[in-house]
């Protein structure tokens, strides 16, 4: 057929490159060198969160380059664009980390932007960091066109001493020099072999959390998750996903069609199942938000509840993803819950075949210990647990992956902080107490604004000895490097007049992660009292990005969203 008579009737692309009035568009894209054939071919966009501001970006315009060859062997023609990362473990710690979860809606909202505004047909989406992960996905079932999501990789264990190390031992050095466990040298040669690649942090932190969700939701290639960054094999995957979205073209497979409340419940399984992080409670329910499925924390806690715990991954246990990709990678974990009934085969993925058909021919590998049988778990609930009490009537999150049941009960006396800030400086200082509940407030989403994580300050407390001897809460969020009794989401937040706002010193608070609760010892009726007395605390957020989005942004329960969602769209872009 010849190109001028490819049909593209049904095709976004159609209102660019097709009849005699779009000339003048036509005129943009032979300046760019297209030839006609390539003008009237799919037009696929090639979208990376491409940047210089960390390792677990710095690969995937290289990356990029490997997806555009598939695309073209394919016939089809691609479109590359980049888009923002705000990543976290430089933004940890100080005020950029209120740019972070808001950088997410960002990333959603550019693709989806550059998307409809040139008429592409598909895209392949490659994303490294915490939020560009989610924020790449969302804007994939928000836009409804065929699409492949591409994980750029893990980094690589550093090596201090003869040990492997991941930044997770960074920051837990910050706390061991303020106790006078290490000394400054020390620190300075640990800094510099920490993070010895290209690609996100090794552990089962936030990245490699969201990432084991990409192919178990169904919008990544079996396997193409788990390949480190520095790994060539990356670049085979990314080459097939370019092929292969030529087929999703080719047989009208959306990610709508995907991304189903069975596959959101099999990318939940998975975060369980590997000790995954807690922000993954956030960007399930804000994935689901997009396709108009209501899918909220307290839906994601069943599925951490009733799903075993499996693999032995940092921060909680001993291995990094690059070790589980060696010994067989996501579809060995996946293979294992869906023999043991813990996954819904039935889900349809990229490849066109459903997961059961996917994981067909994955065989157990008996000779490695990274990932157990689901029968015979780490622990029989699931790395992360959801609460709920009188302290958060809209739910709390917290992850137990490695602690010791004995350890998921504590109650203490409420030492208030109104900002990770002057609970940091408390720890450096070392003026709280062993057996205290430190309390974070005024960091959820509208409070802080952006929901800022607290690994600083739970690092430090790991690196000063005290990880198990205090608890920590917060309205805000914890990273995925994260370990303790450390719970995050707490909701309704205090900038709202929520539980949170109106502690006091001494309250007495018992966190319970075994029975899933949350309470502080007020009666209804003191609780009452305090919120009619409670006033509105004001932050810094005045004008600029940060002010738009505390306008929009709603409750961490429903994935901190902040637009209506697919629930109240008449028409999705794939079916302009």
Known sequence: MDARQTDKSKLPSRHVTEGPERAPHRSYLYAMGLTTEQIHQPLVGVASCWNEAAPCNISLMRQAQAVKKGVAAAKGTPREFCTITVTDGIAMGHGGMRASLPSREVIADSVELTIRGHSYDALVGL?????????????????NVPSIFIYGGSILPGSFRGRPVTVQDLFEAVGKVA?????????DELERVACPSAGACGAQFTANTMATVSEAIGLALPYSAGAPAPYEIRDQFCAAAGEKVMELIAKNIRPRDIVTRKSLENAAATVAASGGSTNAALHLPAIAHECGIEFTLFDVAEIFKRTPYIADLKPGGRYVAKDMFEVGGIPLLMKTLLDHGYLHGDCLTVTGRTIAENLAKVAWNPDQDVVRPADQPITVTGGVV???????????IVKVAGMPAEKQVFTGPARVFDGEEACFEAVQNRTYKPGEVLVIRYEGPKGGPGMREMLSTTAALYGQGMGDKVALI??????????????GHVGPEAAIGGPIGLLRDGDIITLDAIHGTLDVALSDEELAQ????????????TSGYLWKYAQTVGPAVNGAVTHPGGARETQSYADI
């Open 474 to 487: 917060t309205d805000g969020r914890f990273s995925g490097a994260t370990r303790g009794f450390c719970v």
């Open 127 to 143: 994303a490294g960091c915490d939020k560009s992960l989610p924020g790449m996905m969302m804007a994939m079932v928000r836009l």
């Open 179 to 187: 106790v006078g466990d290490m000394s400054l040298d020390d620190l």
């Open 386 to 396: 959801g609460l709920k009490g009188n302290l958060a009537p809209e739910g709390a």
């Open 530 to 541: 305090r919120r009619s007395e409670w006033t509105p605390r004001g932050n810094t957020a």
